[in-house]
């Protein structure tokens, strides 16, 4: 279902800049779409009157569009997160409050100039992965009525997905963000842990919860998040965001990277996903993308634990005071799904973490060879009616790939991947470390540009593609001598987590010096005499540059070196007072080289 406005962020701000609309007239329109959406899909819970809407307007029209980086932005919040003066029910009416305050990630937006429309339906106590397990009615798909919209943010995705708002709030512990992107052709960044506050947001497990985005393009998640990504002092939980996942660290993605894709693939018997799954996977290669196989059974393993351990109870401890006090007030198949949790035991509960903690250390070590890993969102989509028959075993079908990511503390990011013949979108998620969001997000508008598919209110990508390089959690570093391989240094790499890239050489503009300690080389830019030099790359932690540049010693240090192919990386450089005492052997074309003939056979 197209709609007639472009709510991408940069639409809308070039639209309030030129004058071709207000956020007052924006607004009055999308709040009498959502009415009249609201009976076939009941997306909403709550709108906001326009009496309530008029204070977000009235500090709008006291401001400027040059002077809020998301003035007049309308957006959704699910129902499980607070704004102030609005019942918070979960999809439960017995468990409503009205907050004093707004979650400190909704204060966070207001402030930027975001203008919140509305709560959102969604699975009771974000328990569910379809969208359907509400008093408020079940949310059918944005595309194709036979289908659910996913859950458990399900009117999240139909108000981004049916053109009611730019971008929307959704929460994902097991999936409740991305699943519900993939089913109605929308990007859902699923973060670090922490990265996003949850002050103010109802928990469904308190130790896994993210916050998450739903937007049409990558570019637009990456933008929220640099702006509301950071430390909260209100949240235990809080994380603080390191330099290299910030807003620069969005771009474009440099060929070479690897990601992994499952050994085996799960579909439940769908062919259409299967080709899509392929099909995205070839995208990526096109990009410049190298695939490795990877073992999923650990990850899948640490998935189970998620229903079948202590983390049910975790769930029971927000909802099983109301379930013991009212039990009619909880949906059937809410009780179902939490039924065994009172008899858990601390036992379990400890059996159950060293089990997932053995778990993630299998699967960080495989994560530690790659740059992200490209799974399906879903194996195989599920119809309403299936759901209707077999609640429990079908939600957990479009779990398969999700479920393990709170758990073991990735970040992850669900991209449209394609349509399928009857009209329902696919999508694929790519996920990796903690704190890769923005290198994630990278990858996944290059991939939606790459793959060309129309957003949701019909238009294609526009804007030119990142002029910047991605950045990630790693850095490359060019090495030019005794911190190459098998040499005296290169356990200093090694030891803080280094690892071989490739053998290359640099541009044709550099000397090469034995340094006066004669233990050592000096790199020196030489525009006019220069040559080939040989190097090696090797990827180090960000985290461990600093405690690796203490160790460098004068002259020599970090700093920009062009390579063959273009490329300018980080390596090793040497001050022109290096050359005092030093000897030039450009002539060897290396340190090995003259190693080799120089030292004694």
Known sequence: MQHSFDLTLSALAAAYREGTTTPRALITELRSRAGRLNPEFNLFIYLLSPGELEPYLLALERSSPEALPLY???????????????????????????????AVLVSQLIALGAVPLGKTNLDQFATGLNGTRSPYGACRNSVHPDYPAGGSSSGSALAVALGVVSFALGTDTAGSGRVPAALNNLVGLKPTKGLLSTTGVLPACRTLDCVTFLTATAREASQLFALTAGHDPLDAYSRTNPGWNRQDAFGAPAPGFRFGVPETTEFYGCEESRVLFDEARARLEALGGVAVHVDMSPFIAAARLLYEGPWVAERYQVIGPLMERDPQAVLPVIAEVLASAPGIDAVATFSAIYQLQAYKAQCDAILAELDCVLTPTYPRPVTLQELEAEPVKS?????????????????????????????????????????????????????????????????????????????????????????????????????????????????????????ADGRRPGLIRDEEQGSEIEVEVWSLPCAEVGSFLALIAHPLGLGRIELRDGRWLTGFICEASGRKGSKEISHFGGWRNWLAATLPA
């Not at 932005?73 to 918070?88: H, R």
């Not at 290169?490 to 030891?495: G, R």
Request: aromatic share 10%.
């Open 395 to 515: 939600n957990a079908a479009l779990g398969y790939y999700t479920n393990f990511m709170n758990l073991l503390d990735y970040a992850a990011v669900a991209v449209p991947a394609g349509f399928m013949s009857h009209g329902l979108p696919s999508g694929v998620t790519l996920f990796g470390r903690a704190f890769t969001d923005q290198y994630l997000l990278s990858l996944a508008d290059a991939f939606q540009r790459a793959s060309a598919l129309p957003l949701p209110g019909g238009q294609v990508m526009a804007g030119p593609p990142p002029a910047a390089q991605a950045g990630g959690d790693r850095t490359a570093i060019v090495v030019c001598g005794a911190h190459m391989h098998n040499l005296p240094l290169n356990a200093q790499l090694t030891e803080r987590g280094g690892v071989f890239i490739a053998q290359t050489v640099t541009a044709p503009r550099y000397r090469l010096y034995a340094l």
């Open 72 to 102: 007049g932005i309308p957006f959704a919040i699910k129902d499980n997160i607070d704004l102030a003066g609005v019942p918070t029910t979960a999809a439960c009416p017995a468990f409503a409050t009205v907050p004093a305050h707004s």
